[in-house]
């Protein structure tokens, strides 16, 4: 059989559904996601492991205003993450009106070589018809590969879509162990570990004022430490998961630490700590840290895209 594998650059404008879409075609399958952030291959946004192929999804710079001062260096900064990319999805939100923003998204595609995607998103929520002169329009544009309706939150057409950019990829080897989790989700796999016996073992007595985080996760040779908090909202919830005498967490530390042991094939040592945090829920910050792919979304919404908002 032969494997194939490949980069596949993201481009839409902001609120056309990448991140929806990502998200559904990792979920889909099982993969992991790493923002990589040392990779000179930009933004990761996830991975797709196939019996026959990895996908490897990338953000690219967001779109600007095509009058925007800034624009010139930010085409030169698509330009560079598109190098190396061996297919690019556009991703167009087919409830909108072809606008400036899209001439300049079409601009960027065609300054790119390999084969090109147009996805028409949000079909769940678009009348059939309205769809042929957005076709019409794009294919005036540029040839694209394929265009296809999809709707990325409704999972409708992305069967199709990864057959076909499976098919658009070279043949040759994973760059991504596939079946290794990087750190992130193995810290936050590891963070959901300790909040499952935590809730189990104190018969959900905290349910939804319980978070955890982790606060450090080290490889060693044989050896993987892990430290994590436990966060309650109050004190009367401290004592719980405290337990008496520290009973109750010394048990969530000790089932938590056979199930991350078998997970990772590895020793661990695991460090608990209690905080109480009032009000935790309405901490932004933290909550946005509780998830790894609100994560990840941060890593790319840092660009500034949101210019292109106010078209
Ligand atoms: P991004 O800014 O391009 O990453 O867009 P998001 O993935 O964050 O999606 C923006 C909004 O569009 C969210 O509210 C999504 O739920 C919504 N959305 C994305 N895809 C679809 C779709 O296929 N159908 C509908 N109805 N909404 C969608
Ligand atoms: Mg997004």
Redesign the pocket.
């Known amino acids: 059989m032969t494997f194939r594998s490949g980069f596949v650059g993201v481009l839409?404008r902001?609120?056309?559904?990448?991140?929806?879409?990502v998200n559904a075609l990792v979920g889909q399958k099982v993969a992991i996601v790493s923002p990589r952030p040392q990779t000179t291959r930009n933004r990761i946004q996830g991975i797709v492991n196939r019996p026959d192929a990895q996908v490897v999804f990338i953000d690219t710079p967001g779109i600007l205003r095509p009058d925007s001062a800034l624009n010139r260096q930010m085409m030169n900064e698509v330009t560079q993450a598109l190098e190396g990319v061996d297919a690019l999805v556009l991703?167009v939100d087919a409830a909108e009106e072809f606008g400036p923003g899209d001439r300049h998204a079409l601009e960027v595609v065609r300054g790119f070589s390999g084969p090109a995607f147009l996805l028409l998103?949000?079909i769940?929520?678009v009348e059939k018809q309205m769809l042929l002169p957005l076709i019409a329009r794009y294919s005036k544009g540029h040839t694209f590969a394929e265009i296809l309706p999809?709707?990325?939150?409704?999972g409708a057409g992305l069967d199709v879509l990864m057959e076909k950019l499976v098919a658009a990829l070279p043949e040759g080897p994973p760059y991504f162990p596939p079946e290794q989790f990087t750190d992130v989700p193995e810290r936050f796999l590891a963070s959901e570990i300790v909040r499952e016996k935590a809730l189990h073992l104190t018969r959900q007595e905290v349910p939804h004022a319980l978070a955890v985080l982790v606060d450090s996760f080290e490889e060693g040779n044989k050896l993987v430490r892990i430290r994590a908090t436990i966060y309650v909202e109050r004190d009367g919830q401290k004592g719980i998961v405290v337990g008496k005498g520290g009973a109750m967490i010394k048990r969530i530390g000790t089932e938590a630490r056979k199930e991350l042991e078998t997970m990772l094939g590895a020793k661990v040592f695991l460090e608990l700590h209690v905080k109480v945090q009032p009000n935790w829920r309405d901490n932004a910050a933290m909550v946005r840290q509780l998830d790894w792919r609100r994560q990840l979304e941060q890593l790319s919404d840092r660009l500034p895209e949101g210019g292109d908002r106010q078209e």
């Open positions: 839409g902001p609120n056309a559904g990448k991140s929806t879409l991703i998103n949000k769940d929520r999809v709707s990325a939150l409704k």
